[in-house]
């Protein structure tokens, strides 16, 4: 968790929210502010991780019958996995923390400080 001024975590609530929406908005509108991209950042590992999730779940769903069954259980239970994460950071947002996300909000891409 980073030690983000109160004043300036409200100024950047909204983009905060919509990064965990949409983080190519708040990537190039949040400007200077800390809190908007250390959400932007955490939005984006999060899109990244989904990505490269699903590019795993299509690859394996090629491979006749063990692929299909692990396949449909990644593409089951994964994106309630990322929904979840998208939740607990737009949750962080409105209560003005910048608590990184499980699992995968260790991984900075975007220098929020």
């Known amino acids: 968790m980073i ?3 109160k004043q ?3 100024d950047g609530k909204i ?3 919509f990064a965990y929406i949409i983080f190519l908005i708040p990537l190039f509108a949040a400007g200077d502010n800390q809190f908007a991209r250390y959400h932007t950042n955490q ?5 990244l991780a989904w990505l490269v999730f699903t590019v795993v779940g299509i690859i394996i769903g090629v491979v006749p019958v063990i692929g299909w069954i692990l396949s449909t259980i990644l593409f089951s239970a994964v994106p309630l996995a990322f929904v979840g994460f998208a939740i607990y950071g737009i949750i962080n947002v409105i209560q003005l923390e910048a608590k990184p996300l499980p699992l995968i909000g260790g991984i900075t891409l975007i220098k929020s400080y």
């Not at 939005?43 to 899109?47: M, R």
């Open 8 to 10: 300036e975590a409200e």
């Open 15 to 17: 983009m905060a929210v």
């Open 43 to 47: 939005g984006l590992v999060l899109f």
């Open 3 to 5: 030690n983000i001024d």
